[in-house]
């Protein structure tokens, strides 16, 4: 198994090295002298070997390319990162998830491959592997372990409940994802089980973050604040602090991914964090989203318009940017509006909260004192 990737990424060459963040940028030059040894399977170079040794205190000496690093070709498309929904399915049912009635369906394993083999010919080096939840698909082991094999740099999304499986971890620690991001909903019982739906939850995702630790995983914790969450908001900081673990914060619910509104419901106004102006974003052009039968999207939120994957190939995601440009257009009640340079919500998801019949002050400076038309 490689100990390295090397890798043509947007306009540069990287190597990087599974379960870490850093990487090293290579001129073209190095980069095609690693394709070199490679081929001729000889030793690694002795710059690529001092190098490994101060990013990431690896030993590589005598090593040959061919065994140590995995040197990717390059990609028919621009495309490096991605986000894949493994399934829908989830053992939990929070009131604020954007997925809606989450079904469990999708792929069968040899489906699974296929695609993987296709985001790989797509040029995907960045993979965020996502659900519903993901911990509880029964392929997941073996999609892990194909997309480490394949090159790619793995994130994993998940509530943590399953990750006190001796199995999971196994997985994790063979497959060795750069970040494991787990949510948490609560600080205590109480509160934890009641906005999960499920007795017992909190216990279980106490147990999970402890094995993840103890195991060395990288994990990070997403704080999601709702108003039934909201008074054990400072509580849920302390327990990060506690547990040693980094921790992001999301305040903002969006509406589900069919257009509806039942999940703006959880918002606790009070901890809604003004949002920055949307400056655009490389969603279908660098970037791509796959729901679990394979059907590609510029995003999570753009889904209106999608590439069967599975029939198509990966020469389908040829047409995605052409996708992405005609989904960024201003439509509809936002066609000719005069605030529309200071947005702070991309066109799809505008559209999303416009189909929610959601309040113009949630995504729009329409509704905000002031704007108001």
């Known amino acids: 198994m490689h100990d390295l990737i090397a890798s043509p990424f947007l306009n540069s060459f990287v190597v990087l090295r599974p379960g870490r963040l850093e990487g090293i940028e290579l001129p073209e030059r190095r980069f095609r002298e690693l394709e070199r040894a490679r081929d001729a399977a000889t030793n690694l170079p002795f710059w690529l070997v001092a190098a490994a040794r101060a990013r990431w205190g690896t030993e590589l000496a005598l090593r040959s390319a061919t065994e140590a690093v995995l040197v990717r070709d390059a990609p028919r498309y621009g495309h490096s990162r991605a986000s894949w929904e493994i399934n829908l399915g989830c053992d939990l049912d929070c009131e604020h998830c954007y997925l809606g009635e989450k079904r469990f369906a999708g792929l069968d394993e040899e489906g699974k491959r296929r695609l993987l083999l296709i985001l790989r010919d797509a040029g995907i080096v960045w993979l965020q592997i996502t659900g519903g939840e993901a911990l509880i698909d029964p392929h997941f082991s073996a999609s892990c372990r194909l997309a480490h094999e394949l090159g790619m740099m793995i994130e994993v999304l998940t509530n943590g409940t399953r990750l006190p499986n001796p199995a999971v971890l196994e997985a994790l620690a063979a497959s060795r994802p750069y970040r494991v991001t787990v949510s948490l909903y609560g600080a205590t019982v109480e ?183």
Do not use: W
């Open 191 to 373: 509160t934890y089980d009641s906005f999960t739906r499920r007795r017992g939850t909190f216990k279980r995702v106490m147990r999970g973050l402890a094995a993840g630790i103890e195991a060395g995983l990288p994990l990070q914790l997403a704080l999601i604040v709702t108003a039934q969450n909201a008074h054990e908001h400072d509580r849920m900081r302390a327990m990060a602090d506690e547990l040693g673990l980094p921790y992001k914060e999301y305040t903002h619910m969006s509406p589900t991914i069919y257009g509806g509104a039942e999940s703006l419901a959880s918002q606790s106004p009070a901890h809604l964090k003004p949002l920055g102006r949307f400056e655009g974003c490389n969603a279908g052009h660098t970037f791509l989203h796959v729901d679990p039968h394979g059907k590609a999207s510029i995003c999570k939120v753009g889904r209106d318009e999608q590439i069967d994957l599975m029939a198509e190939g990966v020469q389908g995601l040829a047409r995605l940017g052409g996708i992405a440009d005609r989904l960024m257009l201003r439509t509809g009640g936002c066609s000719g509006c005069q605030l529309s340079g200071n947005c702070s919500v991309c066109r799809p998801l505008a559209k999303r909260y416009q189909e929610a019949k959601a309040p113009l002050n949630t995504y729009c400076q329409h509704g905000q004192k002031g704007n108001a038309a």
